[in-house]
């Protein structure tokens, strides 16, 4: 059974149109994590959440935010997609914040497409 | 400055042939850990296996076996008598000290196994 699921597996909109990806998970793990993967490249940490604490990395453009509203659920908003934001767009989560040895059990991810 | 290269992006081999994954890191922490993650096409990232950088043991996991040797700075991926099923993208890791969940992906590595 997933323990990650992301929704929706394909989302396509439009420039400048705000789009919303879904994640929920099962495992009741602490940290949720969103992680952005352009075609042949390697995965990029935007964000994570510790809990309810919100942790954005320095070069995580403006245009991203994301939501937790509980510990199952959490979204990645983007307010204005352009087209370089296509991409793959990974959740994942851990139960631990910090721990160098800590494994991440991923979603199958939501591939966007900006028209 | 941290890095993780993966100097190989395509590999194609046939069945039952061997096949080795090279993942090369740069860090300045004397503690950290290295990862390697299977993206099948179905696309989640899987983790296969993580090492810390004080365990230089090599490891084998049925057809797999890890190569970590830090006078090298590398961290191989040795898959022995690949099968179709092996066909994904495989990323090497890395995760320093405190930054549990901030993965540094290398590149990836995409592996065909052909009948």
């Known amino acids: 059974d997933a323990m990650v699921i992301q929704n929706p597996r394909y989302q396509v909109t439009q420039f400048g149109k705000p789009v919303t990806l879904s994640c929920s998970q099962t495992?009741?793990?602490?940290?949720m994590y969103w992680y952005q993967q352009k075609s042949s490249q390697a995965p990029k940490l935007l964000f994570h959440?510790?809990?309810?604490?919100?942790?954005n990395e320095a070069d995580t453009p403006d245009n991203f935010q994301s939501r937790r509203p509980n510990t199952s659920f959490c979204f990645l908003d983007i307010r204005s997609p352009g087209l370089g934001d296509a991409a793959m767009y990974l959740c994942?989560?851990?139960?631990?914040?910090?721990?160098?040895?800590?494994?991440?059990?991923f979603g199958s991810g939501t591939q966007l497409s900006v028209l | 400055a941290q890095k993780v290269t993966q100097a190989q992006t395509e590999i194609s081999v046939v069945e039952k042939e061997d096949v080795t994954l090279d993942c090369v890191y740069e860090?300045?922490?004397?503690?950290?850990?290295l990862f390697w993650y299977k993206q099948p096409p179905s696309g989640e990232l899987v983790f296969l296996i993580r090492?810390?950088?004080?365990?230089?043991q090599n490891e084998i996991s049925g057809r797999y076996s890890w190569n970590f040797q830090k006078s090298t700075s590398s961290f191989n991926f040795t898959i022995t008598a690949s099968q179709v099923v092996d066909s994904a993208v495989y990323f090497c890791?890395?995760?320093?000290?405190?930054?549990?969940?901030?993965?540094?992906f290398g590149q990836g590595t995409e592996l065909s196994v052909k009948p």
């Open positions: 890791a890395l995760s320093e000290a405190g930054q549990g969940g901030k993965l540094i």
């Open positions: 090492r810390n950088s004080f365990d230089e």
């Open positions: 959440y510790y809990d309810k604490d919100f942790n």
């Open positions: 860090t300045r922490d004397t503690t950290y850990y």
């Open positions: 495992l009741n793990h602490n940290v």
């Open positions: 994942a989560t851990s139960r631990l914040q910090g721990a160098t040895n800590e494994k991440l059990f």
